[in-house]
């Protein structure tokens, strides 16, 4: 049974790869890689719950790069993929702060969210309950790389 893939990583439109290639490059993972169905579906999650908490639009990869695109206004990591929005280092990030949080409150994840101010980018993390109902956790700071080294 082929694995569920969001209208964004389903390869519509030409210019881009598709499923697990396209993560592998949006999370800079290794072409040698296997990457699990499971872990494919994680990371398709994971980026689709921030553009969500972002109030971002979730329907074309289209809209991810214009995502990126807002992100650069502050971020500018590494150009080897041309990709530099560092899902891997956000990913990592929400994998120990919920994995910390499982033993307390299980009903909770921490979720970072996007905005642009000032012709800026500015990242918080929120906590969304079981409800759907967003918390603020942390407050709004711009996403500069030094801020991506710190949380990495």
Known sequence: MP???????????PR??????????????????AMSDAEFMACQSFID???MM??????NFQR?????????KSYMGSTELGLNVPWRVLKAKYDRDNR????????FRVLPS????????????FELDSLDQRTRKTDWVEFTDDYVRSIA
């Open 49 to 51: 719950d921030t553009l």
């Open 3 to 13: 694995v569920q893939m969001l209208p964004m990583f389903d390869g519509h439109d």
């Open 54 to 59: 972002s109030d971002w639009p979730r329907d």
């Open 64 to 72: 991810e790069c214009e995502f990126m695109k807002m992100i650069r």
């Open 16 to 33: 881009w790869k598709k499923g697990k290639p396209l993560m592998k490059r949006l999370f800079d993972i290794p072409h040698r890689h």
């Open 100 to 107: 910390d949080m499982s033993s307390h409150e299980p009903c």
């Open 114 to 125: 996007f905005k642009e101010m000032d012709d800026k980018c500015y990242i918080a993390f």
